[in-house]
C-alpha cells in the first residue's frame, strides 16, 4: 500500500550468468479486450513471479487478479545475463514491546510483602537498577549529625552512588520502611556511636541485616554490594549491629525494632 521497495541487494562473491524468462504482453489485444484495465493487466503480467510456470501449467485461459487471460495476450522472451548482486527481501524481527513493557515486568517482578506483615511493601530491586542505591538516615535531627551527614553524602555522590537524605522527624524505623517501599537496597544510619567511633551501620533491605563499618570503608563496600557482589561475604568483616561485644565497648544501648536495630546513649545527654 505505502509503494516503499522492501527488497534490497546484495554483492555475489563472483559474477554469474543467469537464465531469465520475461513476459511480453500483447499490449494491442489486452487493450481491445479489456479497454480501460488494459494497464492493470498489462502491469500484472509483467510483475508475474515465475511466468514460466504460469504460461505451462494448466490450460488457458487463466485467471489473473479477476481478469481471464488467454494464449494470445503473452508471449516469453529467454536471454541470458550476468549478474553481479542479487536481490533479496531482509528478515526482520520487530519486538512488539517497549520500555514500558520492560519497566512493568521488572515493577511486577520485585514486588513483595514482608512475612510478618502483609502490609509492609517491598520492591526488591537489583541493586544495579534501582533508582536510588542508598539513603542516608540521621537517627534524630541534631545538629551534630549534619556534618557527618553532608560527608557521608559527598562520599557517595563523588563515587557516582545515588543517594537521597531522610532527616525527617519520624521515626527511624518508619523511615526504613518508606525506603524499602521504593526499591532502595541500602540504608546508612548515622547514630550517636558515628560521633564517638567514626562508624555507621549499613542495612540491607531484603533481609533487614544491619552491620557497623568505619565511615572510610563505606563507599568500596557499598560499591561492591551495587555492582553485584553478596552481602555476606561482602560484610563479613564488619561488626553486626546488636552484637554484644560491640555494646560493651561504647557507653550505648541498643535498641530492636521490627524494621531494624540502631543505638542510642546508654545515659541521657544533658
Request: proline share 8%; glycine share 4%.
Amino acid at each position: 500500500q505505502a509503494k516503499v521497495e522492501h527488497a534490497a541487494n546484495r554483492p555475489l562473491a563472483a559474477p554469474k550468468t543467469v537464465d531469465e524468462v520475461k513476459v511480453k504482453p500483447n499490449k494491442k489485444l489486452i487493450g481491445k479486450t479489456f479497454k480501460g484495465d488494459q494497464q492493470q493487466v498489462v502491469a500484472a503480467l509483467e510483475a508475474l513471479e515465475d511466468p514460466e510456470a504460469f504460461y505451462s501449467t494448466g490450460s488457458f485461459p487463466k485467471k489473473l487478479l479477476d481478469f481471464d487471460i488467454t494464449q494470445d495476450m503473452l508471449t516469453l522472451e529467454r536471454t541470458t545475463k550476468t549478474i553481479s548482486s542479487e536481490r533479496f527481501v531482509p528478515s526482520v524481527i520487530e519486538p512488539s514491546f517497549g520500555v514500558g513493557r520492560l519497566v512493568h515486568a521488572l515493577l511486577e517482578h520485585s514486588f513483595a510483602q514482608r512475612d510478618i506483615d502483609e502490609q509492609r511493601i517491598v520492591m526488591r530491586f537489583p541493586a544495579r537498577v534501582a533508582p536510588i542505591k542508598c539513603a542516608i538516615l540521621p537517627l534524630q535531627s541534631n545538629p551534630d549529625f549534619t556534618p557527618v551527614v553532608a560527608d557521608v553524602e559527598q562520599r557517595l555522590t563523588a563515587a557516582g552512588i545515588a543517594n537521597k537524605i531522610d532527616s525527617s522527624g519520624v521515626a527511624v524505623g518508619r523511615r526504613y520502611a518508606r525506603f524499602d517501599e521504593v526499591g532502595t537496597p541500602f540504608c546508612v544510619t548515622v547514630d550517636f556511636q558515628t560521633l564517638e567511633t567514626k562508624t555507621v551501620t549499613l542495612r540491607e533491605r531484603d533481609d533487614m541485616v544491619q552491620v557497623r563499618l568505619p565511615i572510610a570503608d563505606l563507599v568500596p563496600t557499598l560499591a561492591t554490594l551495587v555492582a553485584g557482589a553478596p552481602w555476606g561475604p561482602t560484610t563479613a568483616r564488619f561488626t553486626p549491629v546488636g552484637d554484644a561485644a560491640a555494646a560493651t565497648k561504647s557507653a550505648l544501648a541498643f535498641e530492636e525494632t521490627p524494621r531494624a536495630t540502631f543505638a542510642r546513649p546508654a545515659t541521657p545527654l544533658l
